[in-house]
């Protein structure tokens, strides 16, 4: 059986719309929390890239500052290395001490030291790691290892070339200690570990006592600073110029090599 409502009956479950004051609606619509429990709405963090992006134009003059600090500290290291006589980053606990032999297997040693301080010897202390052999390419006669001496303590003022040993086929000349780095390779590895030894070619001497003293004097430094025999090279092996020309045109570069060992041995 259906019921039907009046119209008055009716009217009074209908609630017709009402339109409320401003502050009605605000009412009608906050919940009815205590303040101090409702939640506030967290802001939007900031992130690094829209940070960099608002402020960029302060960032940039502090990123060159710091550059510009960088370099200069570094300038000031380096330069400092140079004044106290040291190649940059060296350990300075595998910088050995230079022997000064006045003879090697009955073969005079003479030894006379370049000016410190001078152009060719600056005083940089090293590690020693190798030898390096040249050939002085100088075949007039004379041009023995007391002229190469002569020569070298005449331009070490001026000149920054410099090695360690000249050897001929009577006697072996010392110019540097060994533990002080000589720009014979014009590289800054060959320079900065090796040995420089030069061996005279002059016309009136011996080139094969020339050839047999360099050897001894090899044995003598390899076991002196307790080096792998195998650590010999030539002047090329560094980029520089072929100087060993009488020995590599000879084919007597393994021979020396094997001479070296067999005196050490």
Not at 108 to 118: F, N, Q
Not at 186 to 197: K, L, S, T, V
Not at 208 to 219: E, P
Request: with cysteine.
């Amino acid at each position: 059986m259906d019921i039907k409502l009046s119209n008055t009956t009716a009217s009074r479950y209908r609630q017709a719309p009402t339109r409320m004051s401003g502050t009605a609606a605000k009412n009608a619509r906050t919940p009815c929390v205590p303040a101090s429990l409702r939640r506030i709405p967290r802001q939007r963090r900031q992130g690094f890239p829209d940070f960099v992006r608002r402020h960029w134009y302060r960032l940039v003059p502090l990123v060159l500052l710091t550059l510009t600090v960088a370099i200069l500290i570094m300038i000031a290291v380096l330069s400092g290395n140079k004044a106290a006589g040291k190649l940059p980053f060296v350990d300075e606990s595998k910088v050995q001490s230079s022997v000064f032999p006045e003879t090697i297997a009955s073969l005079p040693v003479i030894t006379e030291l370049l000016p410190e301080g001078s152009t060719a010897r600056p005083g940089i202390l090293r590690e020693i790691k190798f030898l390096v052999i040249h050939e002085t390419g100088n075949e007039e006669a004379g041009a023995d290892a007391a002229a190469h001496n002569d020569y070298i303590k005449r331009e070490a003022a001026t000149h920054e070339l410099a090695w360690h040993y000249t050897v001929d086929d009577k006697v072996i000349y010392h110019h540097m200690p060994d533990n002080e780095a000589a720009r014979h390779t014009g590289d800054p590895e060959g320079d900065g570990g090796g040995i420089g030894i030069e061996l005279c070619v002059n016309k009136d001497g011996s080139y094969d006592l020339a050839f047999k003293n360099a050897a001894v004097l090899c044995a003598y430094l390899i076991d002196s600073y307790d080096l792998d025999p195998g650590e010999i090279y030539r002047h090329s092996d560094f980029g520089g110029e072929n100087c060993l020309k009488i020995m590599d045109q000879t084919g007597r570069w393994d021979e020396f090599k094997a001479l070296v060992r067999d005196i050490i041995e």
